[in-house]
């Protein structure tokens, strides 16, 4: 079999696969999210952080709710690890410094899951279970949390109430991540993937020297990283190492875990909104997405530019031969393009076109289908922009699901979509400008210039992963790639809550004959224009000056 038609083939059967879960596990969900009724593990959680899971909650309240806790995550993830060196199970390993337990605590809290280390050389049991897996689930459910809020503001009216946030996130980690992940660890041992709490072993004399491997709870975490779209990994060399993803099957079933809550979640919405044609158009919008950067991918890596390349079927430089072209190009457009930041090959040693592709699909605002929550929330701010173009069009009050969006809602919608950027852009030209940053570069040129642009955009979207080519454990990114995760996660955050809590507070304006129907083909052909339209111009000047020089040179 050809190595192009085997990458077409798994494609073919994750799309299949994920049509199959699609209806059930998005209807599960939203039923998730409007139970009256709260089981018994839930009800102790409640009772020991004193939350009144009925309580209903205003936007600013469900805000401070959200920064509260992500505050109190942040905290106890950094003293875990300066204190990680007086801990058991440490592996002998010593406290990470404050600069990059800062960065790392940040990362896992917001999301983001950005490793500017080396997993296997610094961090010990402890930390890695109590610490980092613990945020995977719950820095998940919070995007989910923040999602569903949304859902909320258009379903509900004249109320600005968004439901409780403790509720909320207790339910997405009890009833959803945690027995979906459980699965899935189970299916990754039982593919060979590692799960123990074992020491350091030296397993085998190489070039003069010893190579030592130290085991871990990895499978678990493995689950929970792709399912949450997390994306840190137990070992640097991330899911290109075969203690976490040992086969090409548990490579599919890693991208099937990072796509199927936020394709899913759009069925949630759908059914929680009372229409699930408006759900199918967002799913419509986002499937477009995905095949269309998974077909260019494939392209530009399988493109033979040479013997060496025809030899190999492809460029194979930096891809595992586990999974070859097809699995890896599948497998970095959908961390890329959701805010997994996972990877199974290095981005750094895509062609130039290839890597532009990475770094494009972050830029869109990782929303095809995006990170769990996130993902749905930054399309539906989308589909207000889309809806407002619209309008402007024709010349009618734009309308969004019953509710109109007014100079109130598109300030919050326009502030949404450029705060991402200007932390990109910003902190990339200082990175360039100042004397010191540009020394981590490992390539000078359009390359090195990638490798910095990657850094923000993957830090700013939340998306965690690297070109691997930038010594990212300086003073200087350790700080500015935390800032930028933090001001990317929670910045979007308060906009996204105070337009749900506008919008149920409105009372539905009544469908006529001048509605833009907003679940037809029609708009989500409008909708995937705007996207592509609104990041065009923000990033072209700077895609420019790095992948796509580099591609075309």
Partial sequence: MSPVLAGFLQLLALIGVLALVYIPFGGYMARVYTSPKHLRAEKWIYKGIGANPDAEMTWPAYLRGVLAFSAVSVLFLYLLQRFQGMLPGSLGF??????????????????????????????????????????????????????????????????????????????????????????????????????????????????GGSQQWNGGAVASQEAIKELGTNGGGYFNANSSHPFENPTALTNLLEIFLILVIPFCLTRTFGVMVGSVKQGYAILATMATIWVGFTLLMMAAEFSHHGPALQAAGGAMEGKETRFGVGGSAIFSVATTLTSTGAVDSFHSSFTGLGGGITMLGMMLGEIAPGGVGSGLYGMLIMAVIAVFIAGLMVGRTPEYLGKKIGGREMKLAACYILVTPTLVLVFTAASMALPTPPHSMLNPGAHGFSEVLYAFTSASNNNGSAFAGLNANTDWFNTMTGLAMLFGRFLPMVFVLALAGSLAGQRPVPATTGTLRTDKPLFTGLLVGAILIVTGLTYFPALALGPLAEGLA
């Fill in 94 to 207: 010593s406290s990470v410094s404050p600069a990059q337990s800062f960065d790392t605590a940040v990362s896992f809290v917001t999301n983001t899951n950005w490793q500017s280390y080396y997993g296997e050389q610094t961090m010990g049991h402890v930390v890695q279970t109590a610490g980092l897996a613990v945020q995977n689930f719950v820095s998940a459910a919070v995007g989910m949390a923040v999602a569903v809020a949304l859902v909320r503001g258009f379903a509900r009216s004249r109320t600005g109430e968004l439901g409780n946030f403790w509720a909320d996130l207790v339910r997405g980690t009890v009833r959803i991540l945690l027995p979906v992940a459980a699965v899935a660890a189970v299916l990754l041992v039982a593919a060979g993937a590692i799960q123990n709490f074992s020491g350091i072993h030296e397993v085998g004399q190489f070039m």
